[in-house]
């Protein structure tokens, strides 16, 4: 998209340590590299500048948000905002973000993006004159901080942190098998990824069966789709369930007690 947007105190007019790209007022750039700033960088004035060139106001532009969630049937959302820093009225569930992100996904100008590890931002400074900003993904997968798991390949996805949140991530990685899987991870302690709780799920995107996986108990859930809920035995010994484990879970079912099934 190469509309021109013009920065504004308003995108700018966001908490103490928010993560933005460094535009400044009046600097002019594309909605193009806006988005690119937003999905690779996290940049909330990026967030706050679409928002008023797609919605009119940023408050038009949430609600347009909250249309759209409604019709993708995230019945656990609703946003206050259009950057996701805390606000007690924007809220969300890891499997509306599944839901959020399969959506997103299904657009390869999305997946393109996504994907990179970094991006060059060119914009007009008021003055007329240029200037550049060199920005690094927040996804430490793909700046290669850090490495995937053995047979897993990451694809992209999209990294968030509040302090009220703790360190989210929801990922698109793909098995040595070539099935694409998204994965959830939410209220983390720190972008290691300790979870704190129990939210923390894999979503294969080839199959309709959606998997809930809660760390501490170690207990595997379906939540819809084909399989059943939980798990019965007849489907814990399929060799697509075993791969499954196996390759995102890293250990192989050799006795199904140690999963809960019906």
Do not use: W
């Amino acid at each position: 998209d190469v509309r021109r947007v013009t920065i504004t105190e308003e995108d700018l007019a966001l908490e103490d340590g928010s993560q933005m790209s460094g535009l400044a007022v009046g600097d002019t750039v594309t909605m193009d590299q806006l988005f690119h700033a937003l999905l690779i960088y996290s940049a909330n004035d990026a967030a706050m500048a679409i928002a008023r060139q797609v919605g009119g106001s940023v408050e038009n532009f949430v609600q347009m948000m909250n249309d759209k969630a409604a019709s993708l049937a995230m019945t656990g959302t609703h946003f206050a905002n259009p950057h996701g820093l805390h606000n007690e009225n924007h809220y969300t569930t890891a499997y509306d973000v599944y839901l959020m992100l399969y959506a997103a996904y299904q657009h390869t100008e999305f997946q393109n993006t996504m994907s990179m590890s970094s991006y060059t931002l060119n914009m007009t400074h008021a003055d007329g004159t240029a200037g550049t900003i060199y920005l690094s993904s927040t996804d430490k997968y793909l700046t290669g901080e850090k490495n995937a798991p053995e047979n897993v390949t990451v694809l992209g996805g999209k990294t968030g942190t509040t302090d009220e949140a703790g360190s989210c991530l929801a990922l698109v990685s793909q098995n040595a098998y070539g099935e694409p899987f998204i994965s959830v991870i939410l209220h983390a302690y720190n972008k290691s990824g300790t979870v704190r709780g129990h939210e923390h799920f894999f979503f294969p995107i080839s199959t309709p069966d959606v998997i809930f996986y809660n760390s501490p108990g170690r207990r595997f859930f379906c939540l819809s789709g084909r399989l059943s809920y939980p798990f019965r035995k007849t489907e814990l010994l399929s060799l697509r369930i075993r791969r499954f484990f196996q390759n995102f879970f890293h250990f192989t079912i050799e006795n199904v007690g140690e999963l809960y099934y019906n």
